[in-house]
């Protein structure tokens, strides 16, 4: 067709190149190229049709700073506190929220669930383009979702939701999701990167002229990260990744990119028969299963955000009969895991290199922080000695190459949160206890400076008294 020309766009830097490419030359990245068709014709008409959409509603003018206003209400409750503890304290007025994550992983669930909250007081326009309305009715009535303030609109179409937004003028909209929107100003199919990024513009442009809060549902591609183009996540105020294995209820929200709060936080779910249903206590769920009097099993607080989880890190070392042994970490940096095992071969003597070595954070928690080293270096060596760490033992600390043990931040709230879960000793850097003291009812605090002193806090436990 005359005008159309066919490119290839690096999803990360939007670098356009007439042929296929392996590595962008603009970004340096690798297989990060899509085929794209694009209009050529540089008609006026059609360019200021396209950027009016982009435009904020209004006319703007500079202000001094001291002449903003705050607006009384520029929070408020999603509903869920989980929700709320990751946006860092709730929904912010004129927020745009990515929410990513596997097909079937359940954003569509988490959405209709916080539009009944949010539609007891505030109007909410869920635009759907993958569920036609009896779809949506069918799940909407398994959730026990039926509110008056909650309006559904099955459009693809830019232009017909931007008109149905402006007569129906909602204070929350939400897009599921943003790659199946399309405007016939762009002469490329729906998800491409020039569809998914002039579309999103439209509604940020919307979000911030009228103080719409937005939630656009991303797809995500083979490799794990969001459809289309990468500028996307930096033109949304938060991401939010929704985590977790199918197979599995429990999911796990974590937020990768927070204007209005931390990156730190996670809020825990279960998915049941009537919907999402918070996990007020995460350490408990993780902890549920953990076998007694069984090698290889160890136990750490991790802190994410202000919530300190507890979680299970499970090791395996068996023999090999390959030349090149096996490393797996599931939960855990890989190169932080050959790390350890290295420093425990050259620093104990310990022989890793000839056993095989699997390593699992129990519930598909990741442990990204290095106060998580003293528990994986406890696991490992339970394992390879076949000696159990004991049931009520906890350790925190971060090792390093010299065979230390060095300190870690809020180690007071890691230890309290072990004797509240029935935790006996807590296996803490030296350091910490030095700089300053405390006691906390309950547990034993148990100091060590280096990873020689990680024996002889192991025992020796019969068959007969393993428990599952």
């Avoid at 004797?419 to 148990?446: D, M, Q, S, W």
Wanted: glycine share 10%.
């Amino acid at each position: 067709m005359k005008g159309l020309k066919t490119v290839y766009i690096c999803e990360e830097c939007s670098y356009r190149s007439p042929k296929w490419m392996g590595k962008c030359p603009s970004c340096g990245a690798w297989n990060t190229f899509i085929e794209d068709v694009i209009d050529t014709s540089g008609s006026e008409a059609t360019a200021a049709k396209r950027n009016s959409a982009l435009s904020m509603t209004g006319e703007h003018h500079a202000m001094r700073f001291d002449q903003l206003d705050l607006p009384s209400h520029i929070r408020y409750n999603t509903g869920l506190d989980e929700l709320d503890r990751v946006l860092g304290g709730g929904l912010v007025l004129g927020e745009v929220v990515l929410l990513s994550g596997e097909p079937g992983i359940g954003k569509s669930t988490l959405l209709l669930q916080i539009s009944q909250a949010l539609g007891q007081n505030r109007k909410v326009l869920y635009v759907s383009g993958e569920e036609s309305g009896g779809q949506l009715k069918l799940r909407a009535d398994r959730l026990g979702v039926n509110c008056d303030n909650l309006y559904v609109l099955t459009e693809t179409n830019i232009d017909s939701i931007l008109r149905e937004t402006e007569k129906l003028s909602p204070e929350i909209l939400i897009v599921d999701s943003i790659q199946t929107v399309w405007s016939e100003k762009i002469n490329s199919a729906p998800g491409s990167i020039a569809q998914v990024r002039e579309n999103a513009m439209a509604f940020i442009g919307k979000a911030k002229g009228e103080g719409v809060s937005v939630f656009l549902v991303g797809h995500v591609n083979k490799e794990g990260s969001i459809a289309g183009p990468k500028i996307l996540e930096h033109m949304v105020d938060a991401v939010l990744c929704f985590e977790g294995e199918k197979q599995q209820s429990y999911r796990i929200i974590r937020a990768t990119k927070n204007r209005y709060g931390s990156t730190n936080e996670i809020g825990v779910f279960e998915m049941t028969d009537k919907g999402l249903e918070e996990v007020a206590n995460p350490s408990e769920m993780l902890l549920s299963g953990r076998p007694k009097g069984v090698s290889g099993s160890a136990a750490v607080c991790t802190m994410q955000g202000s919530r300190p989880l507890i979680a299970e890190v499970q090791a395996l070392v068996s023999q090999t009969y390959f030349p090149s042994p096996r490393r797996v970490a599931n939960g855990i940096d890989y190169n932080r895991l050959c790390l350890i095992i290295d420093v425990l071969e050259k620093r104990m003597g310990l022989k890793f290199y000839q056993n095989d070595v699997y390593t699992n954070v129990v519930g598909g928690l990741r442990l990204d922080e290095t106060a998580a080293d003293l528990s994986v270096a406890l696991a490992l060596i339970s394992s390879l000695l076949d000696r159990v760490v004991p049931e009520g033992m906890i350790a925190v600390g971060e090792i390093g190459l010299s065979g230390e043990v060095r300190a870690v931040s809020h180690v007071e709230n890691r230890v309290k949160e072990a004797a509240r879960l029935g935790f006996t000793t807590a296996v803490i850097p030296y350091r910490n206890v030095e700089k300053r003291p405390f006691e906390c009812p309950g547990i034993k605090v148990h100091a060590i400076r280096s990873i020689f002193e990680l024996p002889s806090l192991l025992v020796t436990v019969s068959e007969d008294e393993q428990q599952f």
